[in-house]
DNA sequence: GTGAAAGCGCTAACAT
DNA sequence: ATGTTAGCGCTTTCAC
């Protein structure tokens, strides 16, 4: 076809608004050019954090993100996952007992998990996480030089592989060092701000505490809002460390202690690694380990009164 | 076809779990089930706020939220609003002059403005936006009953209702009360915490100023952030009052006063009356405007030093 | 190079 | 009731 004849037809079309219909297109071709997102709650300050990245990279990748709302209370609505509306998916709420990846397996649809893992057997799967262990090794050996022994942590659902592995990450380092994390030292919540106001204070009523690790930062903020509550300082009376560096935490308000995941790089890295997938199914999944790094702001100081 | 396979092939389906496929679906009955929603930048918490609501009503209504983002600096990606992807349309960033809401009405696809407004004529548009005007004399009555003079603002692009109309409904009830906002006094910028943060540093180096109103809460933690870093007390020194009460407004370390505006309201109304239109063509556009009230927290105070 | 036609998977209208 | 078919709008193949 001449270069006159495209230019004319091009034209054309722009005058007339005429515009490709996408479900033709998908019919024909099988692809949507669409990425279907399991994301948890918006108001949960993790998630907007964690999804900006991913949509400007699938923006670029020319991909538009659909977001299936998980509220972690009911099942999300997964049939969009399965009746062939997304060349692939990302998901961010798995929990480790999902039937949910398997299912998605099953049926060769590509997915890349974010933030979370689902571990059951040694197969290689594609997931993009931070490195939990180590950030939560750096936070015992932070407390324990400080010379902190009263320490105390509030941590995510068993199910979640960001709360299991902070919480055994922690626990090991201290003993490690000699510490043991007495088991009525662990809160294990729900990660929302509420939740973890709401563990710090069961926490607090429970035994003298002088630092709490949090195994993150939406879960700190809410430790923070129970000490301010209570009238106690911080890092005077109670140091505080969270987890994921959000962008909350630098505010100079809060001013967290914090282990950083650069967020904006796991969550491009994912979508990258998710669109070769999309692209070629051959590519092999790949677990993507983000590395992690203290990020010491003001809510951690030096034991006292001991 | 014999019984024998007419069993198998049931079974077989069953068992492979057949979902049927949308985009046949979609081609045959030109519904998608998906609503497009044009989003600022979600590192910006007042997104995510506004977000929250819809994505649970639209949910609820059966609907997936598809995101098309706008960062505000290049056009956002409009195709898929005009290929039959989406059944409506939520738009959440247009500007005064912009030209889309027209040329998405042309083609007759049901839209919805939420928190912005397009005025151009007189004609009847579906709009969800807070009472701006109310909200901002709220504001301006509240420094001038404390004794405050020396007001300064700091609001959104000329090219935002919201910005627009926070600003004239600021200055309009300032000058009933025989207080005129000097143009000095002005810093009109986009809506981020780090512009909120740079405007209030430009204002508090231009002339004395004792009382800030930011056109909405990002705008004012960015102002905080200044005042923070400059050693001024908050209210002591300068009282600082937002717009919005985005979720951090109220956390204790924030604890911003501001004009209450109930996003949650905001978004599900614009979300229901998006779907009406959606499933009935001939519903009247309706322009709903949303309540404020002032929420007073800790950021304002009585004026000093006169 | 150009044009016609088949077919993607579904729904709805129409036969039987 | 049940089964058949046309057609949604696109891409791709195949004739010409």
Request: hydrophobic share 40%.
């Amino acid at each position: 076809m001449s270069e006159a004849t495209r230019r004319r037809v091009k034209e054309a079309a722009r005058e007339l608004g005429y515009v490709p219909q996408q479900s033709g297109r998908s019919l024909s071709t099988r692809r949507s050019r669409r990425i279907g997102i399991v994301v948890g709650e918006l108001s949960n300050p993790f998630y907007p954090a964690l999804l900006d990245p991913m949509v400007r990279e699938l923006e670029a990748q020319g991909y538009l993100p659909v977001l299936i709302h998980d509220d972690g209370l009911e099942e999300p609505t997964t049939e969009p996952i399965f009746d062939g509306s997304f060349d692939a998916v990302l998901l961010t709420t798995t929990l480790l007992g999902s039937s949910l990846p398997g299912e998605i397996e099953r049926r060769g649809i590509p997915y890349v998990m974010v933030n979370r893992e689902f571990v059951v057997d040694r197969r290689a799967r594609s997931t993009a996480v931070p490195d939990n262990a180590t950030g939560a090794s750096l936070v015992a050996d932070l407390l324990v030089d400080l010379g902190h022994r009263a320490v105390a942590m509030v941590t995510g659902p068993a199910e979640t592989s960001t709360g299991t592995e902070r919480l055994d990450g922690f626990r090991d380092a201290l003993a490690r060092r000699g510490i043991a994390l007495h088991p009525e030292a662990v809160e294990r919540v729900p990660f929302s701000m509420a939740d973890g106001a709401a563990a710090t204070a069961r926490l607090l009523d429970r035994r003298p505490v002088k630092a709490i690790f949090c195994a993150n930062d939406v879960l700190a903020i809410g430790a923070l809002e129970t000490l301010a509550r209570r009238g106690l300082a911080v890092p005077g009376d109670v140091s505080v460390v969270g987890f994921d560096d959000i962008p909350m935490a630098s505010l100079s308000a809060i001013d967290l202690s914090t282990v950083a995941v650069d967020l904006d790089r796991l969550g491009r890295r994912a979508v990258r690694h998710l669109a070769d997938r999309a692209r070629d199914p051959e590519v092999v999944p790949t677990r993507v380990v983000e590395p992690v790094e203290l990020r010491l702001r003001g809510t951690h100081g030096p034991a006292r009164d001991y």
